[in-house]
């Protein structure tokens, strides 16, 4: 079956970095667009990022560009998010999730990793 | 970016009744060359990540109950349960695929009256 398993969540200080993994295994990872979307505390959702199933396209929200970087190793069916320069509001639960192969909607999430930027 | 609302932000209905939720885009998502429109809407409970409901605005994901059904085209659309179950408390959201950067509704959350 298809799992999707976020790590590398935790408390970090303004202006630090963190850098968030999703294991995928159950389908052919290198075969699937992937996204981040970020659910801050009680609040909806917002893609962040996105990579095309080879890694040659990606796209950001304009609230992480510059800041942040998506990226995939389809040898070990990984997908990572790098954060930079993090900010107050960067504060959410992150979700890695799968597109179909529609290309745009998302079948599979995983339960999420949290990131609270604090001082 | 296209813009999502969804209306009303909140609505409780009783068990059993009809629940309707609205979806309106800033521009079309209706792709001219397959004249499907790039719609979806996933279900949320508490502690959950989302759940995917329904794709191109009215095809039902497996094994989602049929009491939830999606319509309309272009920039207006709708989400319904035709019989609200305790199971379906939960805040629903719609997202459009249509352009590359996905985005989604603020979120609707459904009650029992």
């Known amino acids: 079956q298809v799992q999707l398993v976020e790590s590398g969540g935790g408390a970090v200080q303004p202006g630090r970095s963190l850098r968030l993994s999703c294991a995928a295994s159950g389908f052919t990872f290198s075969s699937y667009g992937m996204h981040w979307v970020r659910q801050a505390p009680g609040k909806g959702l917002e893609g962040v990022a996105i990579i095309s199933y080879d890694g040659s396209n990606k796209y950001y929200a304009d609230s992480v560009k510059g800041r942040f970087t998506i990226s995939r190793d389809n040898s070990k069916n990984t997908l990572h998010l790098q954060m930079n320069s993090l900010r107050a509001e960067d504060t959410a639960v992150y979700y890695c999730a799968k597109e179909t192969f529609r290309g745009g909607d998302f079948d599979y999430w995983g339960q999420g990793t949290l990131v609270t930027v604090s001082s | 970016d296209i813009v999502m609302t969804q209306s009303p932000d909140s609505l409780a209905v009783s068990l059993g009744e009809r629940a309707t939720i609205s979806c309106k885009s800033s521009q079309s998502v209706l792709y001219s060359s397959n004249n499907k429109n790039y719609l979806a809407w996933y279900q949320q409970k508490p502690g959950q990540p989302p759940k995917l409901l329904l794709y191109?605005?009215?095809t039902r994901e497996s094994g989602v109950p049929d009491r939830f059904s999606g319509s309309g085209s272009g920039t207006d659309f709708t989400l319904t349960i035709s019989s609200l179950q305790a199971e379906d408390v939960a805040v629903y959201y719609c997202q459009q695929y249509y352009s590359r950067m996905f985005t989604f509704g603020q979120g609707t959350k459904v009650e029992i009256k």
């Open positions: 191109w605005a009215s």
